[in-house]
């Protein structure tokens, strides 16, 4: 079982949507696959359709930490006309704790045998939910966008990431909503390139383009691949999947 942090401290750097799109894109390959909604804000979970309201009485992660529930007991299966992959939340609740780094590893031990690939979106800050995230996975991927901001933060990322868990592997940073025909975008690939090299490890080949596909797709509450399948983004989405897997087998 490969579990896989989605991980930046800056927000709006297309995060959750690399996590759901991420998580379907596997599945898509015939994988097993987990996704775990850590952001408090649960814009995942909502995007996913789970109804917050009334699906999630002692059904979360939360629950599960304080010995409420048993994990098993919290997985909700995300399908359209097809089981895709299921998808755990954290619950509001974590955002009051301070959380003992160790506790999420020890409560996926349970689901070993389950999945193939466990997905987890992270809140945008350096925190002890971030933190958990980062010491229960085995890769960490860092979504970042052509912009300064995204750019500085990575040193600050990297040295949390390092302080955390320094046997893990950084799989790679992804370039969400480039426009690599501009002169500005060309400078943002250089600039990412040399900052994955400082930090041990590649940009991705493949980038996601700038496209109102995404937004869209989150308005409709669906994956890249169910709301326009055929679209520049969705072929980029599926693309970053196969480099993925195909890395993590190194």
């Not at 097809?82 to 020890?106: M, N, Q, S």
Request: net charge neutral; charged share 25%; hydrophobic share 40%.
């Amino acid at each position: 079982m490969k579990i896989v942090a989605l991980a930046n401290n800056k927000g709006g750097v297309g995060k959750t949507t690399t996590a759901l799109n991420l998580a379907a894109g596997l599945s898509k390959q015939k994988k097993k696959v987990l996704l775990i909604d850590l952001d408090t804000q649960q814009n995942l979970t909502l995007t996913c359709g789970v109804d917050i309201e009334n699906d999630l009485q002692d059904s979360t992660l939360f629950d599960v930490f304080y010995g409420y529930t048993d994990i098993n007991d919290c997985l909700f299966q995300i399908y359209d006309d097809t089981p895709d992959f299921d998808i755990i939340v954290g619950g509001v609740g974590l955002a009051d704790k301070e959380l003992k780094p160790e506790r999420l590893r020890a409560a996926l031990q349970k689901l070993e045998k389950q999945y193939d690939y466990i997905v987890i979106d992270t809140p945008p800050s350096l925190n002890s939910i971030t933190k958990m995230a980062i010491k229960a996975a085995n890769d960490v991927i860092i979504p970042v966008q052509p912009n300064k901001y995204s750019l500085w933060g990575i040193g600050s990322l990297y040295g949390f990431i390092q302080e955390v868990n320094p046997d893990i592997k950084i799989a790679g940073l992804l370039l969400v909503g480039i426009n690599e025909r501009t002169n500005l975008g060309k400078q943002y690939i250089e600039d990412y390139k040399a900052a994955a090299k400082a930090i041990k490890t590649k940009l991705f080949k493949t980038m996601i383009h700038n496209s109102i596909t995404i937004p869209e797709s989150q308005d409709y509450g669906k994956t890249i691949y169910k709301h326009a399948p055929r679209s520049t983004v969705a072929k980029d989405y599926m693309d970053f999947v196969v480099e993925y897997m195909k890395g993590s087998k190194k």
